[in-house]
């Protein structure tokens, strides 16, 4: 697979903004069953090996689980800081949960696990998220299994169709559309601001 | 009318969070027409007076406007990097733009387009957002009249009916819920992250 043409502008961006740790957070919209807009801050956890999709972590419980399975195409929000650009990216996201059954890709939700640090993988074992909070012992459990996923754990996989780069420090500013026909070729032209 | 009680919070982030231009920039999320989500960065340009409605600037010719035509509900998310807080704010979204008929939304629209500055007015007479780059003479046209706002200027108002507020730094972590009731009631809740 050759690698899609916003890639190096996003590294570069990424690398540009690596002081700021928040570089590696954006939002990640989706949309409700009831047909309105859902709007949240995730951690960016790199692309899949060899592909443009990027890996999204979470947890089986959350709202956002019910909306992607109604509704698969989602809208990331990426604002980088240092540089002033922004990276808005269409695209369709798969959940590879514990029932998936391509092995390749339970195999990454497994090293995706295993790369996480304690304090990620406990949060796991806290109490349902978003229900009325629980006692405070429900949030100091054992450390789950490192080697091991729990079933609440959800690799998420965003494939990318659509990038709107905006870059606010041109003269005037600069706008740059990508998009992926079905062939998989991305089409790369210059828009207004 | 009184002061929703996530105002507070809300106020408090953002003096923690002022030295740092960004904390006045949230992503908007909205649904477009095909019924997929759509999310970007926006400037966050206060409260209508008296109200706990935010406001927001756009361009009539921008994509949001057909969106929210369509499906006036949206959600905000908000980080404050600081801070390591996340306000998310589901709303109603009205479109102040040279037709409204209300005359106290027209003043509202008439004097946040004087408050701009210079800079930001002249973006409303650059050439169509979106469409192939025009030529440089397109970006640099004559300062618009800084009192009358021109016919594509909207102001939006974003009218909260649930808050989302996730602070990070906690022990674990703290999420409360605040939810407005028919009556205008906000109803608040503390839950698991
Ligand atoms: C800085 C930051 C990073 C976050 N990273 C993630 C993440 O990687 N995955 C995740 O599911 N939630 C993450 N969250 C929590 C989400 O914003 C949200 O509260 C949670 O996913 C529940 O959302 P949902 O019920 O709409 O699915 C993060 C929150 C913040 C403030
Ligand atoms: C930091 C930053 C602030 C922005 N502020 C606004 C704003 O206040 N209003 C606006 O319409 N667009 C703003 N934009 C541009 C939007 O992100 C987006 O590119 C534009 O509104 C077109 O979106 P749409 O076609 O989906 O409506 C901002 C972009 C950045 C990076």
Redesign the interface.
Same mark, same amino acid.
């Given at each position: 697979m050759s690698i899609a043409p916003w890639r190096s502008h996003l590294a570069s961006a990424l690398k540009k903004n690596r002081n700021?740790p928040?570089s590696r957070?954006f !939002?990640? @919209? =989706? +949309?409700r069953s009831d047909?309105? @807009? *859902?709007?949240? =801050?995730v951690v960016f956890r790199g692309f899949l090996e060899d592909t443009d999709k990027l890996k999204i972590i979470t947890d089986a419980r959350s709202e956002k689980i019910t909306e992607i399975n109604n !509704?698969s195409?989602? #809208?990331?929000?990426w604002?980088f =800081?240092n540089t002033r650009e922004?990276f808005?990216i +269409?695209g369709k996201i798969t959940i590879i949960d514990a029932n998936h059954h391509e092995s390749e890709l339970q195999k990454a939700r497994e090293s995706t696990w295993q790369e996480l640090s304690d304090n990620a993988r406990i !949060?796991f074992v806290? *109490?349902?998220?978003?229900?009325?909070? *629980?006692n405070p012992e @429900?949030?100091?459990p054992p450390q789950p299994d490192a080697n091991k996923p729990l079933d609440n754990f959800c690799l998420l996989l965003f494939e990318p169709v659509k990038v709107d780069h905006l870059r606010l420090r041109g003269e005037?500013q600069n706008?740059t559309?990508y998009m992926r026909d079905e062939a998989g070729v991305w089409d790369v032209? #210059? +828009?207004?601001?």
């Amino acid at each position: 697979m050759s690698i899609a043409p916003w890639r190096s502008h996003l590294a570069s961006a990424l690398k540009k903004n690596r002081n700021q740790p928040h570089s590696r957070y954006f !939002q990640l @919209a =989706t +949309v409700r069953s009831d047909g309105t @807009a *859902a709007n949240r =801050t995730v951690v960016f956890r790199g692309f899949l090996e060899d592909t443009d999709k990027l890996k999204i972590i979470t947890d089986a419980r959350s709202e956002k689980i019910t909306e992607i399975n109604n !509704q698969s195409w989602g #809208e990331i929000c990426w604002y980088f =800081t240092n540089t002033r650009e922004q990276f808005r990216i +269409v695209g369709k996201i798969t959940i590879i949960d514990a029932n998936h059954h391509e092995s390749e890709l339970q195999k990454a939700r497994e090293s995706t696990w295993q790369e996480l640090s304690d304090n990620a993988r406990i !949060q796991f074992v806290w *109490a349902h998220p978003g229900k009325p909070r *629980a006692n405070p012992e @429900a949030f100091s459990p054992p450390q789950p299994d490192a080697n091991k996923p729990l079933d609440n754990f959800c690799l998420l996989l965003f494939e990318p169709v659509k990038v709107d780069h905006l870059r606010l420090r041109g003269e005037p500013q600069n706008r740059t559309f990508y998009m992926r026909d079905e062939a998989g070729v991305w089409d790369v032209s #210059e +828009v207004n601001p």
